[in-house]
């Protein structure tokens, strides 16, 4: 009698210790009270995006910024930066006028001003240049010209006239009257021989938001088209 008490308790014991790898994950789970781990949902992802690794972050990132528009300007059409805004212009004299914020600092915006008086009016390139070499006056009295740098260049079959100058800037005066010569200042200028006439451009500011703003007057010039 005790012999088979025995053999019965051995029995239940060896029953007891099966071991749970020999089952199915669900079954061993499930004979101790236990419900498998759900798996989390995954994020909506476009169309044709590979799917994301566990460990992958889902955040979003940041927005791009909004491509820039084009603007016409009566015969000439460029894609300014987003960050230019376009001002009621100053002057009568002025095809459209765009204010750049200030370098990062606190120096003044810069103004970039776009005249256009139409086929074969507003006179001749190198009159204009020699007109803004005289708004120009260098601190030891030396010539605005010697100093300035130029250069040329075509867009879509255009040619380009570019100055590059320094100095007080006493552009604000004269007939108008208006401003007092501000030192310090950079003026970008281009001279751009459209087919519906000349247009010229006239970046002015402190020479440290000019500065800060050259390449995007550059990448803006490169845009201009008929």
């Keep these: 009698m005790r012999r088979i008490v025995a053999l019965g308790m051995l029995a239940v014991i060896v029953g007891c210790s099966q071991n749970y790898s020999e089952k199915k994950p ?48 009566g015969g000439l059409a460029g894609q300014a930066p987003a960050e230019w805004r376009q001002v009621p212009p100053s002057s009568s004299m002025r095809l459209a006028e765009y204010a750049l914020p200030g370098y990062p600092g606190g120096t003044a915006d810069a103004v970039l001003a776009v005249f256009h008086f139409g086929q074969n009016q507003g006179g001749g390139v190198e009159a204009n240049i020699q007109r803004w070499f005289s708004q120009f006056i260098q601190p030891d009295g030396g010539s605005t010209e010697a100093r300035a740098r ?42 751009v021989e459209a087919p519906r006439g000349t247009f010229f451009y006239k970046l002015t500011g402190p020479r440290t938001t000019v500065a800060y703003w050259a390449e995007a007057f550059s990448t803006y010039l490169e845009s201009l088209q008929p």
């Design 26 to 73: 669900d079954e061993a789970l499930a004979e101790r009270g236990l419900k498998p781990a759900q798996p989390m949902p995954s994020p909506h992802l476009p169309a044709g995006h590979p799917p994301l690794d566990a460990n992958q972050a889902t955040e979003p990132s940041s927005a791009p910024a909004a491509a820039p528009t084009p603007s016409d300007l």
């Design 150 to 191: 130029r250069s040329t260049r075509t867009v879509r079959g255009m040619p380009v006239t570019l100055v590059d100058l320094e100095g007080t800037y006493n552009g604000g005066m004269g007939a108008g009257g208006q401003g007092e010569p501000q030192p310090g200042y950079r003026m970008l200028g281009a001279v």
